[in-house]
């Protein structure tokens, strides 16, 4: 056999082992599960979620701080537009904080009232109080740095996430997750 082929053979055998090896060392990606958690919107409606979600499947916008309610808006539009044309889809807004005392939640969620008037929105904002460290490794998300979208059904399964801010290539994959007969 030609020293050349035997080389070939060989890089071939090696490239194919050595792709192997790295689909056995990546396992395909895990997007967690979504917490059984207590919540009320700013309407004082008691949720039990996930599975008083009001969606087949809902996209929940997670912030951890004040200053990400930026990015939390640049998701509104798109899923506004998702909800017109999907009828079992649900948006909401997640707003997450440490356990605080009693005092604290109320004058946290009496200040998010006051600054929204919208009564529709208000039925989307659930403030919860959680140990963030459980919560966010519940769904397998890294630290609370950045906004976190999640698209989870009643059960809690989440089908897609992504971080940051909202961009058309997030809201085409969003889309792409969606069931193609709504």
Not at 20 to 28: S, V
Not at 46 to 68: D, K, M, T
């Amino acid at each position: 056999m030609p020293l050349r082929l035997c080389i070939f053979l060989l890089s071939v055998c090696l490239a194919s082992a050595s792709a192997q090896q790295d689909a056995k060392l990546a396992p395909a990606p895990d997007l967690g599960q979504f917490p059984v958690l207590q919540a009320t919107n700013l309407n004082d409606t008691r949720f039990q979620l996930p599975q008083n979600f009001g969606g087949q499947l809902n996209l929940i916008v997670i912030s951890f701080a004040r200053e990400q309610q930026h990015t939390v808006d640049s998701w509104l539009p798109a899923a506004r537009q998702l909800e017109a044309t999907h009828p079992s889809f649900r948006y909401y807004e997640l707003p997450t904080m440490s356990r605080q005392n009693l005092l604290y939640r109320w004058w946290f969620n009496a200040a998010l009232r006051s600054n929204t008037t919208d009564k529709d929105l208000r039925s989307r904002i659930l403030p919860v109080y959680v140990n963030k460290h459980k919560f966010l490794r519940a769904l397998h998300v890294r630290n609370d740095k950045k906004v976190v979208a999640v698209l989870v059904d009643q059960s809690g399964r989440v089908y897609w996430e992504s971080e940051g801010p909202f961009t058309e290539q997030k809201g085409q994959s969003l889309l792409a997750a969606l069931p193609k007969n709504p």
